[in-house]
């Protein structure tokens, strides 16, 4: 993976404010993208995904866009809360096409809410 | 629904001992199956995935070992440990198509002493 070896981003933003965090993607085959939550400890938790021929999706209280033009991906964290603090990865799936579903992640942001 | 086990959820072991950390997946069928490590603080790296019984691919080369004796059961392991092998090793599936998220168990912490 390419994000091995690299620390963690850090994003610090007050309780209720909204978050957004950033991810540029390197691969314009990529057609698929998914946003994962990691709580300390805990494995990588499935939060948003969008296929290319979007540039916009909504969930509750998240938006995740995306810009194919400058090969940029964020997600929008609306109201944040204490219980959104914890590392965020983005991952892209690379269009190798095939069965086997690869993904490449980003390297992960950290998200630390002030209360 | 559909869940993922993994177990131990902590291990401690000496340099040179062996290794074998085991996966299940429940709920499913056919699914691709991965191992991932993540060293603290950082980023998530494939180790090994697998399409289907007895199929495994590695990423990147290492004393570390895959296999996949039954279709939703999935094991790392190795012969004789290193002290770099330390780390949180995460086991996920996928249903068995591009363009479908991994889903991830809640890993095991591996410290070599």
């Known amino acids: 993976g390419e994000n091995v070896g690299l620390h963690l981003p850090t994003l610090s933003v007050q309780e209720g404010d909204n978050s957004i965090i950033n991810c540029a993607y390197s691969n314009s085959a990529s057609d698929y993208f998914i946003w994962y939550k990691q709580e300390s400890g805990k494995g990588p938790q499935f939060i948003i995904d969008?296929?290319?021929?979007?540039d916009k999706r909504q969930g509750q209280r998240v938006t995740v866009l995306l810009n194919k033009t400058v090969k940029h991906l964020s997600l929008q964290i609306a109201a944040t809360q204490p219980g959104d603090s914890a590392v965020y990865f983005c991952?892209?799936?690379?269009?190798?096409?095939?069965?086997?579903?690869?993904?490449?992640f980003g390297k992960g942001t950290k998200l630390s809410v002030k209360p | 629904s559909q869940t993922i086990h993994q177990w131990p959820a902590t291990l401690v072991q000496p340099v040179g001992s062996p290794l074998s950390l085991e996966c299940t997946v429940e709920?499913?069928?056919?699914?691709?199956l991965y191992w991932y490590r993540q060293a603290a603080g950082r980023g998530l790296q494939l180790l090994f995935y697998?399409?289907?019984?007895?199929?495994i691919s590695s990423e990147v080369p290492q004393n570390l070992s895959a296999s996949r004796p039954q279709d939703r059961q999935f094991i790392l392991s190795s012969k004789k440990l290193l002290l770099s092998d330390s780390g949180f090793y995460l086991c996920a599936w996928s249903v068995r198509y591009s363009n479908q998220p991994q889903h991830f168990g809640d890993g095991t912490r591996l410290s070599i002493l």
């Open positions: 697998s399409v289907g019984i007895g199929q």
């Open positions: 991952a892209e799936n690379p269009g190798y096409g095939g069965s086997q579903g690869n993904l490449i």
């Open positions: 969008i296929r290319s021929n979007m």
């Open positions: 709920g499913t069928s056919n699914p691709n």
